[in-house]
């Protein structure tokens, strides 16, 4: 898989008031500018091509533009954010990726779903179901890319915000998870790069052509990286962090 194109969103002024359980404090707004400019040029250097959108003020959340859209080779699929406050994200980002795609499917109620919770891995898609999405939002999603002849499989999240908070896919055949992962019995026999506990924060990593973006500061998880063969570019998010956000939630690729 080789992607071209991203999108991302520069946080708004109310940024700060972003949901939040990771106990971290309120992030520095200047400080989160920064890292998200540091954040495209490392996708820049992915030779992506990054569509930056001007912030959202109505939706703290809306810089974490990841949740708010599946982009698959040949459809887009608009979610629906288990977060109330998030449900109207949709919107813009709808327009944003009408630009590129010609079909777009959405999906609705009952049904939540946020694409923290996709997993790509090669041709099939891991969905967690979690706080944020819940079976209905999986079902339709399963339903969707069965219908174009993707496969798909379903995975509980315990503990934790998404399935991508815990597991990341690095291309050839290769995951970066945490211990609840590790031992899922969807996983447990594949290869996997192991995250200690302590570190789990680093599971969300980034594969971009080639490249594995890394969270700063969890130096066990980016040796391991490093030693599986893979090039690395450390980036330092700490103000999204403390929104419970990681480096796949600022972006889509495709
Ligand atoms: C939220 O709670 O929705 C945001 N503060 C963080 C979303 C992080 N997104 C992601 O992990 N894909």
Excluded at 48 to 54: F, G, I, K, R, S
Excluded at 186 to 196: Q, W
């Amino acid at each position: 898989m080789r992607f071209s194109h991203a999108i991302v969103r520069k946080p708004c002024k109310n940024f700060t008031e972003g949901l939040s359980s990771a106990g971290l404090g309120k992030p520095d707004y200047s400080l989160a500018l920064r890292q998200h400019h540091e954040y495209v040029r490392a996708l820049e250097i992915c030779r992506l091509e990054v569509t930056v959108l001007p912030p959202d003020e109505e939706y703290p959340d809306s810089t974490f533009v990841e949740d708010t859209a599946l982009l698959t080779r040949y459809i887009a699929i608009t979610t629906r954010p288990g977060a109330e406050s998030r449900l109207g994200e949709i919107n813009e980002v709808h327009r944003a990726v009408g630009s590129y795609y010609e079909n777009i499917f959405t999906i609705h109620e009952p049904g939540t779903l946020e694409a923290g919770d996709v997993m790509m891995a090669g041709e099939h898609f891991y969905i967690g179901i979690s706080e944020r999405t819940n079976r209905e939002g999986a079902r339709q999603l399963l339903q969707i890319l069965e219908h174009h002849g993707i496969t798909a499989s379903l995975v509980e999240v315990p503990g934790m915000l998404h399935l991508k908070t815990g597991i990341s896919y690095l291309e050839n055949n290769t995951f970066l998870a945490v211990d609840t992962f590790r031992m899922h019995p969807e996983f447990r026999h594949r290869n996997i790069i192991p995250v200690p506990n302590h570190e789990a924060y680093a599971a969300n990593s980034l594969w971009v052509n080639g490249m594995v973006l890394v969270p700063q500061g969890f130096p066990i998880t980016l040796k391991n990286i490093r030693n599986t063969g893979y090039e690395t570019i450390e980036l330092d998010i700490s103000e999204f962090r403390k929104l419970d956000g990681g480096l796949s939630c600022l972006s889509l690729r495709f």
